[in-house]
């Protein structure tokens, strides 16, 4: 079946044209576009008119939380949420349970996103102080990279131990994605805040930033840039959160093969500290939200070399598990299902153009880990695509959220942009309406 895409604004590579697209057998079959004549009939013909078509988003970033966790979402629920807001390829997370820490958990959890999963799907391999004898077992082409708990968070996967780091950076080249936290500073931080605020039950939630501070992120940071170009591996700089940090990023593109190499999250880019006061622990994560200074030097950041791939690091809890402050309420907000609509509602108010986005969200984490034939629009690559529309303003409620968590920090807002339709692998997954959930998307194949 041949289906044309027609009449859109193809958002590609940096340039923004208008044309048409042809879906066939599951690639893009034709670009069409300074005029090019359509080179046969086709059976179906969806008029995009004042929509912009991109690549479909590739999240570098997620926790679908199964197996393990699944009162509060799971691989079903989230890739319907993924689908629905454009995101047609995720990487997940290591930290279920079990955790995928072993050769077998990791071929179960590949095996049950195969069955789960309506968008394209890869997951890290998870480092901890023991297993890195592993690496030289895990197939390059099936495994998105390492993921290094170099700061503790959901699952508690910290790996704390200086010959167990050594060995991890330089024993694969596979891409090693961290978290940097420095957990003594953390731990000294909460210790001073218990104390302050000892006839309370927990320490405000507004000092989460204090205690998992600009300092702890820098220094574990600088920890792992310096294995890092001692070993010379491939290290990706997970939700950086400081401008601190960024002393230590080149702008050079990835198209130069760049061994150091930055995301960071939506969450990151929309609040700052001042919204701990509306918000509360609903934008409670790890590393935390910071002030106003931290958020503006991260835009300019995304809008230029330095951060090369913008994700979500989605990690929804159920609400009653965000009860408390500081420290007993759980880290992590769900952001997958719009998260492209708010870097277009960035867009929107100037702050970074439509070209930008897609090479962050989709361009960027293709290059980075080597994606075979997607995140761009070319032909005879897989025929993952999202088309969106401008000037059609809606209001985020509860009810419009799909995450089994069934709310977003994000409610209330009003978007001037809205996800018309998601193509994986050429299907409609989401005709703006609903998510075909009969669906399964491919595993992601990566060129090592």
């Not at 131990?161 to 080249?173: A, E, K, P, Q, Y």
Request: with cysteine; glycine share 6%.
């Amino acid at each position: 079946m041949r289906t044309l895409i027609h009449n859109a604004t193809i958002v590609n590579e940096g340039a923004s044209v208008r044309g048409s697209l042809v879906i066939e057998n599951g690639r893009i079959a034709e670009v069409l576009t300074h005029g090019k004549p359509l080179s046969a009939p086709c059976d179906e013909t969806i008029d995009a008119t004042g929509c912009y078509l991109l690549p479909g988003v590739i999240d570098d970033h997620v926790h679908f939380r199964e197996p393990g966790f699944t009162h509060k979402a799971d691989m079903l629920g989230e890739s319907r949420a993924a689908a629905a807001g454009g995101v047609t390829s995720v990487m997940d997370m290591p930290n279920t349970q079990p955790q995928t820490t072993t050769i077998e958990a990791l071929q179960e959890k590949m095996d049950l996103m195969g069955r789960n999963c309506i968008v394209n799907h890869s997951c890290y391999y998870g480092a901890t102080n023991e297993n890195y004898r592993d690496f030289t077992r895990l197939d390059s082409r099936r495994v998105c990279g390492i993921k290094l708990f170099m700061g503790s968070s959901t699952g508690n996967m910290l790996v704390d131990n200086m010959d167990s780091l050594v060995r991890i950076f330089s024993g694969t080249d596979l891409p090693i994605a961290a978290h940097c936290e420095d957990q003594a500073i953390i731990r000294k931080n909460a210790e001073r805040f218990k104390q302050i605020f000892a006839k309370r039950e927990d320490v405000p939630v507004n000092k989460h930033s204090t205690i998992r501070s600009i300092e702890a992120c820098y220094t574990s940071s600088a920890l792992a840039i310096r294995l890092a170009r001692e070993t010379n591996a491939r290290l990706h700089l997970l939700h950086v959160s400081t401008a601190r940090e960024l002393e230590f990023l080149s702008d050079r593109p990835l198209s130069d093969e760049k061994r150091i190499t930055a995301e960071v999250c939506v969450g990151h880019l929309l609040f700052y500290q001042r919204d701990y006061t509306t918000l509360g622990t609903r934008i409670k994560c790890n590393p935390s939200i910071k002030n106003r200074v931290q958020r503006d030097a991260l835009r300019r950041a995304a809008a230029t070399g330095l951060i090369d791939v913008i994700a979500t690091d989605h990690a929804p809890h159920l609400l009653g598990e965000k009860a408390g402050g500081a420290l007993k309420a759980v880290s992590g907000m769900p952001m997958i299902q719009f998260s492209l609509v708010s870097m277009l509602q960035l867009v929107s108010e100037g702050l970074f153009s439509i070209e930008k986005v897609v090479e962050k969200m989709c361009h960027a984490p293709a290059t980075l880990f080597h994606i075979h034939e997607r995140g761009y629009i070319r032909e005879g690559y897989r025929a993952d695509l999202v088309l969106v529309r401008p000037d059609s303003p809606w209001q985020l409620t509860a009810e419009t959220v799909l995450s089994k968590c069934g709310w977003s920090p994000l409610e209330g807002r009003t978007f001037d942009w809205k996800v018309e339709k998601t193509f994986a692998n050429g299907h409609l997954i989401y005709d703006g309406h609903s998510v075909d959930e009969n669906y399964r998307g491919e595993e992601l194949r990566f060129e090592r």
